[in-house]
């Protein structure tokens, strides 16, 4: 009759040893996972720095207010830039409104039903669709069909098209995050629906509604691919219409029917050129463009960080 | 309100006989047959009782028991969430409705019953705001009117002296006493019909138990109070009539001096003696 | 029914104050938050248009498509040149190119992207999660004509001094930038399908004495299995829909892509060229972009399907 216990013990098992190699397989794997992770931050650092060696030099107040040229010396994004401002706030406009309104449908109104499974399974699927896919919708349906044309409220439509998902699940992310105390409290205190939402689920969830358009936001600035779809040109040597003017109501919206070109863009068509110094003008648009994404993302982790502060 | 508006309530309302037993004052509630059910779980199975108007009436038994799950009955809580189902009827004096019918708006419900919670959870608003939150959602905005009624509401909660400097302050700055005496006039301050109160003292400290259990003794004369509580004591002590439940059923419903000195049923005498629970 | 009863039930109260909702407040708050209701669900299946306005216009003009070329033709022609004389259709050329650059992108991003997730979650301190998670939000926040630039102007240069015989225009290095744009992806989808595990999980396997690499790789991976390999799939599928990176470095010529050394175009970049070029609407050529649009939208469709089916999958386990 043997005792496998005790056969165990018999093996002696060098326990000191084993724990030697178990701590040394660790470290090993950590010191891997800190390299690779020393890689990434290296690259990233090295993508901006040469950025920043390349283009800083190039960024003047000539540069910010210079239309593009053919000479490369004078060219300047100030189309660029005032195109990207008026299609951004086009986008804003369009998608923060939808986006918070689906994604509160979406968080406290929609009943388990297939109804709403479908919607689901849309936004899911809407936020995987490649950004030339959303380009070429635009041109097919916006500028085609409905007539348009290729002007700024198509590229803001677009490109708010593209960050809806993005705001719906943060609208969406927000308002679960809030606990179940306050809900139960104001329904407690018999108030309706759109009351509770209105009055105090909105309110509360808005610095992670607000997170989600600002990274919404910044996707949007970087947009390239649906912007070249729809045909913005990069040899705009004009500004929209101002939005403002002397006349009563003060206020027109003509700049929106109108042609433009966005940073991106820009950035893009000066890459293609042979010429060096067009190159360098590129980079320089990289450096604004890098600067802003970074800025807002940067700013949208803040506010998350002070969310969690909070709570 | 006064006592002598009170009073002239009751003249309002009816007094309505039972079927097996003379009820003992007007009657603000009486809950028949009521059974509910998470998705296919049974939790309550036909409870039968009277909530006696202006009057305490505790709901004790071991945890599991169902009695969260009753009081959130009457305030139709249960329907924010899916799948939960009432059997039976919850009528509410005087309108003589059944709350807990598919037909009536649970929303109305809650405007008639105000609740206190086991945790408080006053709104991220200053102390005033939580207290007018009751009336501005039911359209109430005079200002004289809604500002006499938060003075009222937090007095009767024994809070307005505390507070009566810093009303526009972060209802947040108050201590945890403090905070659920402030969730007891925000509940208040409507003049509701009932007042459900759900094991309000298990998350204080004893001595801002004490004072919550004076309140809800001074408060009975104003409005009614159907509270859980897991502490028998507790329940000895403020309240008029006890009911006891076990594993989703009403045991036994008394007042509360007979329930604890003499209870009709083996298990009641068990769990007062503390042999389970 | 209920409304009036009660609230006139009420008006036996009424005499003692005006504490009770009127008739005429109820009746208009009920109003208000079925409008909002009606609104909200209005902007909630805007998303379900948003959709089918994709399908539509993709399909229509493909049919259009399909009715000039046939679809044989467009499945099996080795040679993708519309707007030449003899023209050809073969869009197994122009998935070879994207296939080819997502196929080295999830060979940098896969193994990196696991080892990173699998550091964050089991091995690194709460305060260096909570540093490194906002640095790959800030990697996956740079536009993509950037790393575009990046992969042109500074990888390339760099990469022929080791590889001399490296085109200008190449798949390989787009290819790795790609990897380093979806890393962040991969990572954050992998480490949320790692962090699901319970700890009870890993206190059990602690306890008998595995290592922290032990554990990650003998229980958490297995039991965040489907969303990691969700993980992965939703990395390709932002690879296949990669742009901006592969219009700038990777060439425009469409051919079978084989040698990663030399460029070719994918169908991105195809639907680029042409939309930079001055096409007539409705010609030949336009609708080929749709035709492509339609291959790469089935394809990143199928993707996010199993991953979305995949990661509702490992949602119910826990």
């Known amino acids: 009759m043997t005792n496998s216990a005790d056969a165990i013990k018999a093996e002696k098992i060098d326990e000191q040893s084993l724990v030697k190699k178990a701590n040394r397989q660790d470290l090993r794997f950590a010191i891997i996972g800190f390299i690779v992770l020393l890689v990434t931050m290296f690259i990233l650092l090295a993508l901006i720095a040469d950025f920043m060696r390349v283009g800083i030099p190039r960024i003047s107040v000539d540069f910010l207010t210079n239309y593009p040229s053919r000479k490369p010396e004078q060219a300047g994004i100030l189309s660029a830039w005032v195109g990207t ?19 509160i449908y979406l968080e406290e ?33 916006f500028v ?50 759109w009351q509770v939402v209105s009055m105090y689920l909105l309110p509360t969830a808005r610095p992670g509604i607000l997170t989600g358009a600002i990274v919404g936001m910044s996707r949007a600035i970087g947009e390239t691919a649906p912007i070249i779809t729809i045909g913005a040109l990069a040899f705009i040597a004009f500004l929209p219409p101002s939005p403002v003017q002397e006349t009563f109501p003060f206020l027109n919206f003509e700049w929106l029917h109108s042609p433009f070109t966005v940073m991106p863009i820009q950035m893009f068509n000066w890459i293609s050129r042979p010429q060096a110094g067009f190159h360098v003008a590129a980079a320089a648009t990289g450096v604004i463009l890098l600067m802003m994404t970074l800025l807002m993302n940067g700013l949208a982790i803040y506010i998350r960080y002070r969310i969690r502060r909070r709570t | 309100m006064n006592v002598a508006q009170r009073a002239a309530i009751v003249e309002v309302m009816p007094q309505v006989p039972t079927a097996n037993a003379e009820t003992e004052g007007p009657v603000r509630a009486r809950v028949i047959d009521l059974s509910f059910y998470y998705s296919d779980k049974q939790a309550l199975h036909g409870v039968n009782f009277l909530v006696y108007d202006r009057q305490v009436t505790a709901i004790i038994g071991p945890s599991g028991c169902g009695k969260s799950t009753l009081l959130r009955a009457f305030n139709r809580m249960h329907d924010l969430y899916p799948d939960n189902r009432y059997e039976g009827q919850v009528i509410l004096y005087p309108e003589e409705i059944n709350i807990v019918s598919p037909q009536v708006d649970p929303m109305l419900v809650r405007l008639k019953i ?67 005496r402030l969730c007891i006039a925000r509940a208040l301050a409507p003049d509701p019909e009932m007042l459900l109160l ?44 006890t009911a006891f439940m076990h594993l989703g059923q009403m045991v036994e419903f008394h007042k509360t001096a007979i329930m604890f000195t003499n209870p009709s049923d083996r298990r009641t005498q068990d769990y007062i003696t503390g042999r389970f629970g | 029914m209920a409304i009036v009863e009660l609230a006139d039930a009420s008006g036996k109260r009424a005499k003692y104050g005006e504490l009770v909702a009127s008739v005429a407040f109820l009746k208009r708050r009920a109003l208000v938050g079925r409008v909002m209701a009606a609104i909200l669900f209005i902007a909630a299946s805007l998303s379900v248009l948003i959709t089918a306005g994709i399908v539509y216009i993709l399909l229509y003009d493909t049919v259009l498509f399909f009715q000039q070329v046939s679809i044989i033709d467009f499945l099996t022609d080795t040679q993708w040149t519309p707007v030449f004389d003899n023209p050809h259709f073969g869009i197994m050329t122009l998935v070879s190119g994207t296939l080819m650059t997502t196929f080295i992108g999830l060979l940098v991003a896969v193994p990196a992207g696991t080892v990173l997730a699998i550091y964050l979650s089991e091995f690194a301190r709460p305060r260096a999660r909570e540093t490194i998670k906002p640095i790959l939000e ?62 009870s999980l890993r206190e059990g396997a602690f306890a008998l004495g595995f290592t922290r690499l032990q554990t990650a790789l003998g229980v958490v991976i ?63 050529a336009y609708l080929t972009i749709f035709a492509a649009g339609l291959t790469l939208f089935l394809m990143t469709l199928m993707f996010n399907l199993v991953a979305f089916w995949l990661r509702r999958k490992y949602r119910e386990v826990y």
């Open chain 3, 138 to 199: 800030l990697l996956a926040g740079v536009p993509t004509v950037t790393f575009g630039y990046f992969a042109l102007f500074f990888l390339t240069p760099i990469f022929q001094i080791f590889i001399p015989e490296l085109s200008g225009f190449n798949l390989l290095v787009p290819g790795i930038v790609i990897g380093f744009m979806i890393l962040p992806y991969i990572v954050s989808v992998a480490e949320d399908a790692m962090r699901a595990v319970p700890d």
């Open chain 2, 114 to 180: 105000g609740m206190v919670f086991q945790k408080p959870n006053p709104f991220p608003k200053s102390i005033y705001d939580n207290v007018a939150a009751g009336l501005w959602v039911r359209g109430i905005r005079k200002k004289t009117l809604v500002d006499e009624r938060v003075e009222q509401a937090l007095t009767q909660a024994a809070l307005w002296g505390e507070v009566k400097d810093r009303l526009k302050t972060s209802a947040y700055g108050l201590s945890g006493g403090q905070q659920q």
């Open chain 1, 85 to 103: 401002s008026l299609v951004m706030f086009t986008t804003a406009a369009v998608a923060v409104p939808i986006g918070v309104a689906a994604g």
């Open chain 2, 198 to 241: 759900d094991e309000p003292t298990s998350a204080l400290d004893p001595i801002a138990t004490a004072r919550i259990e004076e309140l809800v003794t001074e408060l009975a004369s104003v409005v009614t109070i159907v509270i859980v509580t897991h502490n028998m004591q507790q329940a000895a002590r403020i309240s008029n009539y």
């Open chain 3, 222 to 284: 297995p039991g965040a299995f489907s969303g990691v390999t969700a993980a992965y799939i939703l990395g390709m599928s932002r690879a296949v829909g990669e742009t901006m990176v592969v219009a700038i470095a990777a060439g425009q010529q469409a051919k079978i892509a084989l040698n990663p050394l030399d460029g070719a175009a994918t169908i991105t970049a195809y639907i680029v060229q042409i939309s930079l070029g001055d096409v007539p609407h409705n010609s030949l």
């Open chain 1, 144 to 193: 085609y069909t409905l007539r348009l044309g290729q002007t700024v409220l198509v590229a803001g439509l677009t490109l708010a098209l593209l960050i809806l998902p993005i705001i719906i699940v943060a609208t969406r992310e927000a308002l679960r995050s809030i606990p179940i105390e306050m809900r139960e409290a104001a329904y407690g205190i018999g108030a309706d629906k």
């Open chain 1, 109 to 141: 109104y929609s009943p388990k039903n297939w109804m709403t499974d479908i919607i689901e399974i849309n936004v899911t699927n809407l936020a995987g669709v490649p950004s030339i896919i959303y380009g070429l919708l635009a041109l097919g349906l």
